[in-house]
């Protein structure tokens, strides 16, 4: 007989497959709540041998059970509320020892947040708990989806590096064979190299960045949305960015309705915004809010996710002194560099990138970097190199931010911080 999950229970006789969720006592009977990868369905065991079994069973132990669908109207968190499996036999797969973390904590305490990380995957078997990775999953494909859309081509760059891809940023050095080289801080120069060739490029990407900061927002290995556009302006990057959360919006909206109603969110599609930083600062000052010369404060971001709910905040004409050396300078020290700002948080940066060498060499110098050791990449741009822009878009803040969690954490399988390496 073959696997039916529990989201295609109908009918007929079924074999079953997953984990005991809960055990319920009613007179006579026993019930056995099984879940699976799908969700979770209500099963009754009536004769004495069936009780006897599912009186012996440990919370959490895989099972397989073959039964009959019969209608019923069920009442419980989670569980398919038309249907119940009449057990005809069961069977244990594998035996759960003591559970460390509750996974059904109904009449439990919750697990303290550490507690879970420390097994996460226990952790992960909670319904809430899944379907924030069900709805990431849908981001990523999404995400791939409306680039394909878009023209955009799939590419990998390296996670090794030889120099500093943004310059302050803090670096984990590791032992090339004999060379220093550092884990990457983002994919920014290859991207642009390879834009300036095959025009649209995108990429999902993993980011390492040796900051010593512990905060909700903030991660020390985190996954990053990028692309780079050839023959673009930071307006036509921008747009792109607006219509990629859409584009990821609507496909959530669509298949993942179940996981939305399990966490009791309605998802909006964002509006856009466009605003100068002296605007977004001269907004702020009226509201009270102290803001800084060269970047949004946090505070300043949350406003701004006050008064433009629901809406993606588009900051340009930034300070040049406050964006990368390869942001494109403009007049009046200002730059075509953008931050975008959603639900008060910051989820991208981008903006046009500097494709002429004499202003890559003068601006490295400035913020006190050696042009030699950026060579190749500078020599990128001496053969033809057009005009062109991107952004990263943060996976893991975006995920916070859409599913309103309250610690970024929540949106990784197996954060790393600094004081998490395990497991």
């Not at 500093?164 to 220093?180: R, V």
């Not at 931050?339 to 110098?365: N, T």
Request: net charge positive; glycine share 6%; hydrophobic share 40%.
């Amino acid at each position: 007989m073959e696997r039916t999950l529990v989201k295609d229970l109908k009918s007929g006789k079924v074999l079953l497959q997953g984990w005991v969720y809960e055990i319920r006592n009613l007179a006579k009977l026993k019930f056995v709540l099984l879940r699976d990868r799908t969700g979770i369905v209500q099963c009754i065991a009536k004769d004495s041998e069936l009780i006897s079994k599912v009186s012996g069973l440990s919370l959490e132990s895989a099972v397989e059970i073959v039964g009959k669908v019969k209608s019923a109207k069920v009442k419980a968190e989670f569980v398919r509320d038309d249907i119940e499996i009449e057990i005809e036999s069961l069977k244990v797969v594998s035996d759960a020892e003591k559970l460390p973390i509750h996974v059904n904590e109904k009449n439990e305490k919750p697990a303290s947040f550490q507690s879970r990380l420390d097994y996460r995957f226990l952790d992960i078997r909670k319904p809430k708990i899944h379907a924030i990775f069900k709805i990431q999953a849908t981001m990523m494909s999404a995400f791939r989806e409306f680039m394909e859309k878009q023209g955009g081509l799939e590419v990998i760059f390296p996670s090794i590096i030889g120099s500093s891809s943004e310059g302050g940023t803090e670096l984990y050095k590791l032992k090339y064979f004999d060379k220093d080289a550092y884990l990457s801080q983002s994919c920014q120069l290859y991207k642009q190299m390879i834009a300036c060739s095959l025009e649209k490029v995108f990429a999902v990407f993993t980011t390492w960045r040796a900051e010593k900061h512990n905060t909700p927002r903030h991660l020390n290995e985190a996954r990053q949305f990028d692309y780079e556009q050839g023959f673009a302006d930071e307006f036509v990057v921008m747009d792109i960015l607006a219509k990629t959360v859409q584009y990821i919006i609507k496909k959530i909206n669509e298949k993942n309705k179940t996981e939305l109603e399990i966490l009791g969110i309605k998802l909006k599609t964002p509006k856009t915004k466009y605003m100068t930083f002296a605007e977004a600062n001269a907004l702020l000052k009226k509201n009270k809010i102290a803001t800084e010369t060269k970047d949004l404060t946090t505070e300043g971001e949350k406003k701004l996710g006050e008064l433009f709910p629901d809406t993606i905040v588009f900051v340009h004409d930034w300070p040049i002194s406050g964006k990368p050396f390869y942001i494109m300078p403009k007049e009046n020290k200002l730059s075509h560099g953008f931050d975008a700002v959603y639900q008060g948080m910051e989820i991208a940066s981008g903006g046009q990138r500097v494709h002429i060498p004499a202003i890559l060499e003068k601006q490295l110098k400035e913020r006190g970097l050696n042009p030699k050791d950026f060579k190749t990449y500078i020599d990128s741009f001496r053969f033809g190199a057009p005009p062109h822009a991107g952004w990263g878009l943060g996976l893991e803040r975006l995920t916070m931010l859409i599913l309103g969690l309250e610690n970024i954490r929540e949106a990784v399988l197996f954060p790393r911080d600094r004081t998490r390496l395990t497991p």
